[in-house]
């Protein structure tokens, strides 16, 4: 007698983006799809592109980190190409955290809203819900820049004109041999003109 095959169960998560502003979306996804696939789910639901490293990690009603699944080939049993959804949430108890962009640091809480079967003629995962307005991906960068000592000038704030050119004076014919000076113009410069003192047959 052949074995039943399990029935995957379609679990609604809410995943839940760590801003000021409460932004969260609803995906329904099958426990049986992979971690891969929930990620590339999470990023189209909020608008955002792949491209950079992520991570899931198990977790708990003070939603601390436990046990990471990678993009990044730490071993089978924690490769996000491999592992499944129900790996990570197997009850309404469970709790997920999900990392986007080691850099920026995008941070999700992800917790269980329902289990059911799955509807005919319908495609998994389906975004079911959404809330918010997600900010823009690379709207960070500012905070990332000030973190590593770069300044970001205000576009308002004039810049100092620094253009390495001597003040003028008021006299052309001194203010003509500053310029030339400034400019690299080697004419009229001489040892006589060593000093101060020879800015006196100029006057």
Known sequence: MASEMKESKIAKLRVILDTEQDVYRDIEISTDSTLLHFHNA????????????ASFFESDEHWEKGKEYSLMDIGVDADMTVVKVEAIIQDTDS???????????????????????????????????????????????????AGMGFEIPDEGEP??????????????????????????DDDGWNEDHASLDGLDELM
């Open 95 to 145: 709790r997920a955290v999900y990392v986007y962009d080691f850099l920026r640091m995008w941070c999700f809480y992800i917790e269980p809203v329902s289990f059911d079967a799955a509807v005919p003629n319908i495609e998994y995962p389906q975004l079911s819900f959404e809330h918010g307005t997600p900010p823009a991906f690379d709207s960070k960068d500012g905070d990332l820049a």
């Open 42 to 53: 999470i990023l189209d639901a909020f608008g955002w592109s792949p491209g950079e490293m």
């Open 159 to 184: 810049q100092d004109a620094d253009d390495g050119k001597p003040e003028k004076t008021g006299d052309p014919e001194i203010d003509a041999y500053l310029d030339a000076q400034a400019g690299g």
